[in-house]
């Protein structure tokens, strides 16, 4: 039948309830409770959770979020949202994540892993430039200089280990 699919009836109507589904209520968390409780029992590869944001830019990431659901899922957890260096470390060193998600930070950080390895700081992101299909803000962030003194100590090491594996 046109317009229906297996799970929930018509589209149209699946479609108007959405928005109460994700409605914070009593029963939101219950919700996803169970959810994970049901994922445990299939074969996924990994659970990507995009936590609350921080309260203020920049701000340490709600970690509660994400150990309420690492306690309740066995397999990989990876966890998105507001994790610099030093948070996202800390929530894998704690054992609530197993991987920690640097979307955004990706976009303003053209060479995050190694402004990460030199403890260097983030650019910030334009968020208005986001999802808008233009060039501009994400080809246009400038490196940190990681071609200095102490990324070019980094970068020799790397290339004499190459150098010799091809020997």
């Known amino acids: 039948m046109r317009g229906h699919d297996h799970f929930h009836g018509p589209v149209h109507q699946r479609r108007c309830r959405e928005p109460q589904r994700f409605t914070a209520d009593d029963r939101t968390l219950a919700d996803y409770d169970a959810l994970m409780a049901e994922l445990n029992g299939h074969p996924v590869a990994y659970l990507h959770l995009r936590g609350p944001a921080p309260a203020s830019p920049g701000g340490t990431p709600d970690f509660d979020a994400i150990a309420r659901y690492r306690r309740r899922f066995d397999g990989p957890l990876i966890a998105n949202h507001g994790f610099d260096r030093e948070s ?76 010799s594996s091809c020997s």
Request: charged content about 15%.
């Open 88 to 163: 996202g470390n800390a929530v894998i060193e704690a054992g609530t994540a197993d991987a920690v998600s640097s979307a955004t930070h990706f976009i303003a950080n053209p060479d995050l892993v190694s402004r990460f390895a030199l403890g260097r700081d983030l650019a910030t992101g334009d968020p208005a430039t986001y999802y808008t299909g233009a060039a501009g803000g994400y080809v246009d962030y400038p490196v940190s200089g990681w071609r200095d003194s102490a990324a070019q100590g980094v970068g020799e090491a790397a290339a004499a280990r190459d150098q």
